[in-house]
């Protein structure tokens, strides 16, 4: 067992890191009793929500779960109406916790619908995707999207602990495993060369991954767990953990959100860091190097939009304002800033 805390006064919470931990859940999840309110999807609930339901209800929770569609598509602000009403058939009060069983869709959607029901309720995560367990399940940012753009609506609400199991990602198909990989080389060209090297080095083998992968998601969630710790609410620090998103966040609104986060982001952090090497801003070779480990881990999609598409979405995203938008640049491998500028940053021909 690992166990990450993240220090946030009264918010602070535990990631605990486990091979198995997923049929133990409801020592964690446990608060006195009551009731637990379970959302998960169709890919996740034949694999896993048996057991879950199970540990919770031996931990002396009544239950009620719902499985939802898999995809993007079900992280909309039209699925809300249906969970609220079921919560309040299942007579879920503020003192009672609402599970999250599943990957990045389900966790944001989830955690939105606690954060929101009866002005917020307890909710922990259990992430079932390697995206989800290196990213999306730690910070507190929960949403979901609307037809203008990814993560418009949403709120800061920290769950209340989160338990990543690594042995889920067996039941993982080949290309959910490349997706996580995106935000996995997003942390090693932000925060940690030595990482983004071991990438490198591994070069897609998935034995060679598989080997490291318990160390590596322990690396990604202590670098997001410091960031958080700095910056709650994205003013400063953590908009670094942004790199690639402005770019794939629009790319995933134009391809209808049926290019994976993943791929997009891949696609963003080469896109952004070609324009920032051609404008000087950053060393040369680092666009290559992130090409290369993007296609050795399975990520070698191509932009499906033309660039006043882009552009024109990218005006749309929520780290713009005032007349300006915040990207996030490389000065090199594992060392990232912010630079102010606006979306016409995009129409560099590279």
Do not use: W
Not at 171 to 191: N, Q, R, S
Not at 294 to 318: E, R, W
Not at 332 to 344: H, P, V
């Amino acid at each position: 067992m690992k166990t990450l805390r993240v220090n946030l006064g009264e918010r602070s919470y535990d990631i605990i890191i486990e091979r198995g931990i997923i049929s133990r859940a409801g020592e964690y999840v446990k608060s006195g009793g009551g009731k637990a309110f379970v959302i998960t999807d169709s890919n996740v609930a034949p694999h896993y929500l048996g057991s879950v339901v199970k540990s919770l209800e031996g931990a002396g929770l009544t239950v009620r779960s719902v499985t939802l569609p898999a995809g993007e598509k079900t992280k909309s602000f039209n699925t809300l109406p249906m969970l609220y009403s079921l919560a309040l058939e299942a007579g879920l009060t503020r003192s009672d916790v609402v599970v999250t069983l599943g990957g990045g869709v389900i966790g944001d959607l989830g955690g939105f619908m606690a954060a929101t029901y009866m002005r917020g309720v307890k909710f922990v995560q259990i992430p079932t995707s390697l995206l989800a367990q290196v990213d999306s399940s730690v910070g507190g940012k929960v949403g979901v999207d609307l037809p203008e753009g990814k993560n418009l609506v949403g709120a800061f609400h920290q769950p209340a602990c989160v338990l990543i199991d690594p042995d889920t990602l067996s039941t993982l198909p080949a290309h959910f495993i490349a997706d996580g990989m995106g935000e996995v080389i997003k942390y090693g060209c932000i925060k940690d060369e030595a990482l983004f090297n071991l990438l490198e080095d591994i070069n897609g083998d998935k034995t060679r991954l598989f080997e490291h992968i318990d160390d590596i998601i322990y690396t990604c969630v202590d670098i997001k767990r410091r960031v958080v710790e700095c910056d709650e609410r994205e003013s400063g620090e953590r908009k670094l953990l942004n790199f690639g998103h402005t770019y794939g966040h629009a790319l995933e609104k134009l391809n209808n959100f049926e290019m994976s986060h993943g791929a997009a982001v891949a696609v963003g952090m080469e896109y952004i860091t070609r324009i920032s090497e051609k404008k000087g801003q950053t060393e040369k070779g680092c666009a290559e190097r992130i090409s290369k480990v993007c296609k050795a881990f399975g990520l070698d999609g191509k932009p499906s939009a033309d660039t006043d598409g882009i552009v024109s979405a990218v005006k749309n995203d929520k780290k713009g304002g005032k007349g300006g938008l915040d990207v996030v640049l490389l000065e090199k491998i594992g060392r990232a800033y912010t630079c102010r500028t606006t979306a016409d940053y995009f129409r560099e021909d590279i």
